[in-house]
């Protein structure tokens, strides 16, 4: 599975060991920036990665800001993604298993890394559920049009 990966200047201490933790995993990662830790424009970086998904270059994607909230606003304005901002695994189950989320976001101010990396865990280990999800997924997709 390929992974595009980004962060702001907020979370980019996290962006690093997660991508690893997921090449380690045996995920292709594609790293969508910053190269460093100064200040850079969230929005930015977050239709990076949603464009990558949105475009087939990456199956999902990984979104670390402070809070992780302004890359999921940020994310879900490109037609196709369904980011969810998640803080706990049992949400990053959820947010696969009933709306089908190509991509997730992270805090990198109020979450560890540790566990952040249980997060990511549940969330490519969980697949939709299909059946009475699948039409609410089309309803929220077809809010696009």
Known sequence: MRVAIASDHAGFEQKAPLAQ??????FTVID???????????????????????EGRADRGVL??????????????????RAANIINPEFAA???EHNDA?????????VSLEE??????????TDF??????????KIMALEN
């Open 94 to 96: 959820l947010c696969r």
């Open 21 to 26: 933790y997921l090449s380690d995993k045996g």
């Open 129 to 138: 559920g299909g059946g009475r999800h699948a039409g609410r997924v089309e």
């Open 64 to 81: 670390i800001c402070g809070t992780g909230i302004g890359m999921a606003i940020a994310a879900d304005k490109v037609h196709g993604i």
């Open 102 to 110: 190509n991509v997730i976001t992270l805090s990198g101010r109020f």
């Open 32 to 54: 969508e920036g910053p190269d460093n830790a100064e200040r850079v424009d969230y929005p930015d970086y977050a239709k990076r990665v949603a464009d990558a998904v949105a």
């Open 116 to 125: 952040n990396k249980r997060i990511l865990d549940a969330f490519f280990e």
